[in-house]
């Protein structure tokens, strides 16, 4: 059965901080991973990750994918309570879409 | 607790056909959500039901598209008049307004994977 787990499930820092979000996989079929910021609304998109070991940087976020080790890490630094979503990690298998649980980030002032 | 069901999986439908997606939210979530994911591209917001009312429907075409969440049974998602063009993954994800400040948790299904020939 494939499935994406996300870790931790919630987490609160202060405004300043560095966060590492995790998402670890087990699916057949991978072909990318994508990193979702969910606030109000629609999830806005981050991240596509689709090779081992490349760091996508934007801003104070940067995530990278570890194909042998299953998983991909969200970075954020300095953390602004504008930060403060759930972040959703999902991933792209044959025709399917896999989604994990999300983490909630709340970053206090 | 069952997560959130959709189906069918796939749909394959000839253009100008009609596709009925539908979807089951988790237990106990009154509110569903539904996006169209495109190839290379994220999700893209349709619409936002509650039971038996149409919150926000400002992602959704206006025409050949409609989509309900019944008192009782699952969430629907109609196209009507199918083009090639419709061709995507819909996802359905459905939440409760938890309280705890501004956002929810969205929980997603699976997917509905239309393929219009």
Redesign the interface.
Known sequence: EDKVVQSPLSLVVHEGDTVTLNCSYEVTNFRSL?W?K????????LF?LTSSGIEKKSGRLSSILDKKELFSILNITATQTGD???Y?C?VELG?????G??T?L?VKP | NAGVMQNP??LVRRRGQEARLRCSPMKGHSHV?W?R?LP??????MV?LQKENII?ES?MPKERFSAEFPKEGPSILRIQQVVRGDSA?Y?CASSTLSGQ???N????G??T?LTVL
């Open positions: 994508l979702y969910q606030e109000k609304k629609a999830p806005t998109f596509m403060s979503a759930v959703l999902a025709n399917d879409m896999r989604f649980a999300g909630r709340t | 999986r796939h959500y996006y994911q290379e591209e994220g999700l893209k917001f936002y926000d992602g993954a996802f400040g501004d956002y948790e969205q929980f997603f699976p997917g994977r």
